[in-house]
C-alpha cells in the first residue's frame, strides 16, 4: 500500500514538473518570458503555457499509472 502510494505521488510530482518545464521551454522558444516584468501578453501566454504544461504532465502521469495497473492486473 505504501509503495503505490509513493508510486502515485512521485509519479504525480514528476508529470507535472516535466510538463510545466515543456510549457515554459515552449515559451522560451516563442520569446515569451513568464518573468517579465509587468502582465503583458507574452507574460501572460508564458503563464497559461506552464500551467496547461503542468496540467497536461499531470494527467499524463496518471494515464501512465492507469494503463500499468491495468496491465499489471491482466498478467501482461
Given at each position: ?30 520569446g515569451w518570458d513568464i518573468f517579465a516584468e509587468g502582465y503583458g501578453g507574452a507574460s501572460i501566454g508564458a503563464i497559461l503555457l ?27
Amino acid at each position: 500500500m505504501a509503495n503505490k502510494l509513493l508510486l502515485e505521488g512521485v509519479s504525480d510530482a514528476v508529470g507535472f514538473i516535466g510538463g510545466a518545464l515543456a510549457g515554459f521551454w515552449i515559451g522560451q522558444l516563442l520569446g515569451w518570458d513568464i518573468f517579465a516584468e509587468g502582465y503583458g501578453g507574452a507574460s501572460i501566454g508564458a503563464i497559461l503555457l506552464v500551467g496547461l504544461g503542468g496540467g497536461g504532465g499531470l494527467q499524463l502521469a496518471r494515464l501512465w499509472r492507469s494503463r500499468r495497473s491495468e496491465a499489471d492486473t491482466s498478467g501482461h
